[in-house]
C-alpha cells in the first residue's frame, strides 16, 4: 500500500516512471536500515492508517503524503538534526519533480514540527503530528514493543544514560495539557497514551 500510494502521488507531477521507482527505492532503503527498529516502513503504514481515517478533515492531502513519505527520511539516533535534515532532503526532491515552493514550504514545516510536537496554527500540521504519536495511545503490547524498539535504536547509550534521558521524554509528554491536538485524535488515544507513559516511567 505505502509504494502504490507514493507512485500514484508522484504521478502528479512526473511521468518518467524510472525517477518514480529511482524515488521510491531510496525511501524503501532508508527505512529499511538495520539501524533502525521503529522509525521503519512499518511505522509509515501505520502514519498512514491513522491519517486516512481522518481524510476528510485534511486540506492537503498530498502535502500531507510528502510528510510522510519524508519526515523520518534521515534518523540518526545520536545527531539532533533528523528533523533539518528529512526537510531538507525532502525539499530536494520535490523540486526534482517541480512541486511548487507553497507546497515545498509546507511540508517543510510539518516535517520540522514532529520535533517538538508542539500545536501549530495549521490544522494540517496538527493531524499530522497527532498521527506521528498515535503509538503512544495504542493497546500496551504495542506500546511495549515499540519501547523495546526505541531502545534498540538508541543502543549505543548504557542505560544509566539511556534512562534518564527516556524519562525525561516522556514527563515532557504527560506535563502537557494535551498529548493530542486534534479531537479526533485526543479522544481515541489521550487516556491511554498518560497510561502508557506512566507505566514505562514505572519500568525505568
Not at 531502545?151 to 542505560?159: F, L
Amino acid at each position: 500500500m505505502l509504494k502504490e500510494t507514493f507512485i500514484e502521488l508522484l504521478t502528479k507531477y512526473t511521468d518518467n516512471d524510472s525517477l518514480k521507482k529511482e524515488l521510491w527505492t531510496e525511501i524503501e532503503k532508508n527505512y529499511s536500515s538495520k539501524k533502525r527498529h521503529y522509525h521503519t516502513l512499518e511505522h509509515l503504514d501505520n502514519l498512514l492508517s491513522q491519517l486516512t481515517d481522518v481524510k476528510s478533515e485534511i486540506q492537503n492531502w498530498e502535502i500531507i503524503l510528502f510528510t510522510l513519505f519524508y519526515h523520518d527520511i534521515i534518523y540518526n539516533s545520536i545527531k539532533s538534526d533528523n528533523e533539518e535534515k528529512s526537510a531538507e532532503f525532502a525539499e530536494n526532491r520535490m523540486k526534482q519533480i517541480s512541486v511548487s515552493n507553497d507546497k515545498i514550504e509546507l511540508c517543510k514545516e510539518q516535517i520540522l514540527a514532529t520535533k517538538s510536537h508542539i500545536k501549530s496554527t495549521d490544522s494540517d500540521t496538527n493531524y499530522f503530528t497527532d498521527a506521528d504519536l498515535s503509538v503512544l495511545g495504542q493497546n500496551w503490547e504495542t506500546y511495549l514493543l515499540y519501547c523495546k524498539n526505541v531502545r534498540k535504536e538508541y543502543s549505543i547509550y548504557p542505560t544509566l544514560v539511556y534512562n534518564p534521558g527516556r524519562k525525561k521524554v516522556l514527563n515532557h509528554f504527560l506535563s502537557m495539557d494535551r498529548i493530542f491536538k486534534t479531537d479526533f485524535f485526543y479522544n481515541k488515544f489521550e487516556i491511554q497514551a498518560k497510561q502508557n507513559l506512566q507505566q514505562e516511567i514505572e519500568l525505568l
